[in-house]
């Protein structure tokens, strides 16, 4: 029996925060766990991955590579993909799901499992890059329409935004006939969705699901960026975190996006899901303040789970098990959902998950609470801070987000 030694990969971009933490937390744990088939004892070495010319047949070295850059940067997404497909290894998240799934796809299929999306419909763009094939395909087969009558079909008043959308671009909220006129206008060659508007809402919430781990927040869409993640408790009742958390796992699950967050509205006793394709959720202290350390915590949790017991990678979405649940008519969506969730617990392994970090990661709670108390943790805030906010600001804004830690320091210590 020997040591073996497991590489978790961070393949990041603009991110400085988080991997700071991580790699600080990753080194205090200083993790040995026997590997329950051989006995060796397992270590971890954490390294950033590098952008730099490959050869497909050389082999990867990392067992787990958590990607941040999948859904812009192509290079690291096609030397992921290579990875995966000759070297067995696993990465969050599925980038073959990440590249084809928009948020039309995504509302699209929640539909399909009976999930109370607003009605939704899709318009061609308002112009073109001009191609040879534009004007036959265009004059032949393109139906004139007029905005206005989907407003009137749908309900005023409704939102305008990009079928792919992401960071509130071209995202409108048209109340008559001359506002949609103009935002569609103004839409240029986005493609668009036009989307009844959940009108009345009293709670909108986003649910961040990372592999098992779900955390509920209460959302204000109005605040400043700072504030929108706002600090609340106690705003759902056990049975409502419950049916987001199912609700999550389900989009979770079905697209392969083991770290993803879900938008959900309240309005008349229903929670409608309005905006769930976020298959790189936001990680940064300067939005997730108080709860930064229970992200970073997931983030080393379900690494060190995916890496220890070398989880094999689903490369294949494999949807047929949550179409035959969709297609039950004596099902209710509640027990519905019930099932969706037994999938996604089956995919994610939460049983051996949660089992796995009770044996090997019992410390994490403590270490972490230790760290998010140290001047390493408060520099990992100040270096994002000064990356984001004007010099003037950055002292002012970094004492804001670490007393924030702070307080969520305080309310750890006294559950
Ligand atoms: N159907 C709707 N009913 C009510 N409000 C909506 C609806 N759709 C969008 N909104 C509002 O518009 C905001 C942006 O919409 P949406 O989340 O779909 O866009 P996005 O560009 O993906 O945003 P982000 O990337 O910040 O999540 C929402 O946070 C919400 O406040
Ligand atoms: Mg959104």
Known sequence: MGDIVRRIGLSLGADICWPLCFEALMRDLDLRIPDEKTGDTIRFEVERVFIEPFDLRQPCKYDVVVDRLTHWYHTSREWIKKAILMDGLYVFNN??????????????????????????????????????????????????????????????????????????????????????????????????????MVNGWDRFVRCIGFGPQTRCVLYDPDAPLHDRYTMKRDFLTKKEEEHLRKVTLTINAFFGWEFNSCEALHANGVWHPIDFANPCPDSQVTSLHFHFPWMVKSYVRWAVFCAATKKPMRKNQDWAPFYAVAADEELSYEEKLDRYAAIADERFETARFEEFCAKHLAHLDEVTWGFFGTPVARDAVHQKVAALFPAHETEQFTELFWSRIQEWRKVEQKS
């Open 95 to 196: 980038p073959w799901s990440v590249q084809a799934n928009e948020k039309h796809t995504t509302y699209c299929a929640m539909m399909a499992l009976g999930m109370p999306i607003p009605d939704t419909w899709m318009v061609p763009p308002k112009s073109y890059e001009p191609t040879p094939d534009l004007k036959p395909t265009l004059s032949r087969y393109a139906k004139l329409f007029d905005v206005k009558r989907i407003g009137d079909r749908i309900g005023w008043p409704m939102f305008m935004k990009p079928y792919d959308g992401g960071g509130w671009r071209g995202v409108s909220k048209v109340d008559d006939a001359a506002a949609v006129n103009k935002a569609y206008e103004e839409s240029g060659k986005s493609v668009m969705h036009l989307q009844s």
